[in-house]
């Protein structure tokens, strides 16, 4: 089918923290609608049969709880896919942004899915129910090709947003296509989260999603395409990301996934919006999925000796738990492992292995967990690397717990710039990277220079360690890890 992405720059309030009225808060949506109407009908001009909409694109941020209520939107929330807002609008007041979004879907003949701040009066009798008597959400609206409203999504996992309620249950939101099936939909943040990303993709058999973020992007480990990426991979799914465009805040990062291919679009340089229109496969439901074939993960091994297949080795490395794989071997064939140092990365304290010379293998441990690699370079470059391990509570912007073993490209040359964001690299690596990690939600990242993406030649469970191995990237390595996430120790 024959998806679109619109990565939009929104035109923002100079003054989100003041009170106005309903009045000029249409009126400024009205012009980021303008633009979405316009892409909507260049999408559609190219055949796309699906449109989404970033996060936060139509009314900006950084509200409060009474400064945003003018821009809000009444949607019911239910999932009867009856009203049509543009055929109906006398249903509901305040539905002025709902009926222009099933207007262009209408006009266009296309699914339509955008994001916008909605409200619902609640009673008093609510236990939940907010001191100013209202729930004020932010929300995903998908339309019908005819502008029918199919579903609603509130976001779970609030990111800072002061001027949103959470729901009090976690929405399991999909609406049905003619083209592709079902379509899971969820918000930046929630990517991160059991509740209800994967829930909802587990549940109920999903391979198509819908993603609008407001994503800033967080280097080595979290910028917006790699993750997007890594989750299209790690589930099996496609993925239809539409971030927002603000490069002074860090925010780009849109794209269209499948799990081995993707059309993305990153850019920090220039100003204004991009749309990105791609054909792609559908995957169908009965299709071998990563997480299925983690279901056999807990299998334990009583042997002393695991094997780990390597891919550009003829020959098996065979490790012990406990041996340490020496990081060098000089001349009279003493082991000299190199020394582990801890560095601060992204916001998390690693413990580290500096990866020297053309070639070798290293290993780190932390906790629970221990990080194997396995390095050959093509070229010796005056670019430190390091293997990095951590095993723990990420506590910073947001609580969660992280598995990670990642080989990064240093800031510069002392140990203290591992794990500085980087965008550039000239180092080509053949590289295999194992750990024997206790969750099998594992998220591949393999990013390179300039912020582009690659994919593994080779990865999976094998023996209880998660692998990921490649045989030369296209361009210089910048990250290349296994990002495991243990839900249920957040």
Not at 413 to 433: K, P, W
Request: aromatic content about 14%; hydrophobic content about 40%; glycine content about 6%.
């Amino acid at each position: 089918y024959v998806a679109a992405v619109y990565e939009h720059e929104s035109i923002l309030s100079p003054t989100p923290a003041a009170l106005v009225e309903r009045r000029s808060a249409l009126e400024l949506m009205g012009k980021n609608l303008d633009i979405y109407e316009q892409q909507v009908l260049a999408a559609a001009r190219q055949g796309a049969q699906i449109i989404v909409f970033p996060e936060d694109g139509i009314h900006g941020f950084n509200f409060t709880r009474s400064s945003i209520y003018p821009y809000l939107d009444f949607v019911p929330h239910s999932h009867s896919g009856k009203w049509n807002p543009c055929r109906e609008p006398y249903l509901f007041n305040d539905t002025e942004v709902v009926q222009r979004l099933s207007c262009m879907a209408l006009k266009n003949k296309i699914f339509l899915v955008a994001n916008l701040g909605t409200k619902q009066p609640c009673e008093r009798s609510d236990p939940g129910c907010p001191l100013d008597g209202r729930y004020q959400f932010n929300t995903n609206v998908a339309f019908a090709a005819d502008g029918t409203l199919l579903a609603t999504y509130r976001k779970h996992n609030l990111y800072f947003e002061y001027a949103f309620d959470t729901p009090p249950e976690p929405d399991y939101a999909f609406f049905d296509t003619p083209f592709a099936g079902k379509f899971g939909m969820f918000t930046c943040f929630d990517i991160l989260f059991f509740e209800p990303a994967v829930n909802l993709i587990r549940q109920y058999n999903l391979k198509q999603i819908v993603y609008p973020t407001a994503w800033m992007n967080q280097l080595p480990l979290l910028s917006a395409v790699e993750f997007q990426q890594a989750f299209a991979t790690a589930f099996n799914v496609n993925i239809l990301a539409a971030n927002i465009h603000h490069p002074t805040l860090g925010m780009t990062g849109s794209g269209i996934y499948t799990p081995v291919k993707s059309f993305i679009y990153h850019n920090m340089e220039s100003y204004g919006g991009k749309l990105i229109v791609a054909e792609i496969p559908v995957i169908t439901a009965d299709y071998k999925t990563n997480s299925e074939s983690n279901e056999r993960f807990g299998e334990s091994l009583h042997d002393s000796c695991k094997t780990f297949t390597s891919t550009s080795l003829d020959d098996d490395i065979c490790f012990k738990e406990q041996e340490e794989i020496a990081g060098r071997v000089s001349e009279g064939g003493k082991e000299q492992s190199p020394p582990s140092f801890y560095a601060e990365m992204m916001y998390d304290n690693f413990t580290f292995v500096p990866v020297w010379g053309e070639k070798g293998e290293v290993q780190v441990c932390a906790n629970t967990l221990c990080c194997y690699l396995n390095y050959q370079r093509a070229v010796l470059t005056d670019e430190l690397y390091a293997l990095g391990v951590f095993d723990g509570l990420h506590t910073v912007h947001g609580t969660y717990y992280v598995q990670a073993c990642a080989l990064v490209k240093c800031g510069g040359l002392s140990f203290s710039t591992c794990g500085q964001e980087v965008t550039d690299a000239t180092a080509l690596i053949d590289f295999q990277l194992w750990g024997n990690m206790s969750t099998p939600y594992i998220f591949p990242l393999l990013l390179t220079s300039g912020i582009t993406l690659d994919f593994a030649d080779h990865m999976g469970w094998k023996n209880n360690h998660y692998f990921l191995s490649k045989n030369r990237t296209s361009f210089g390595l910048l990250t290349a890890a296994v990002y495991g996430r243990w839900y249920e120790k957040d």
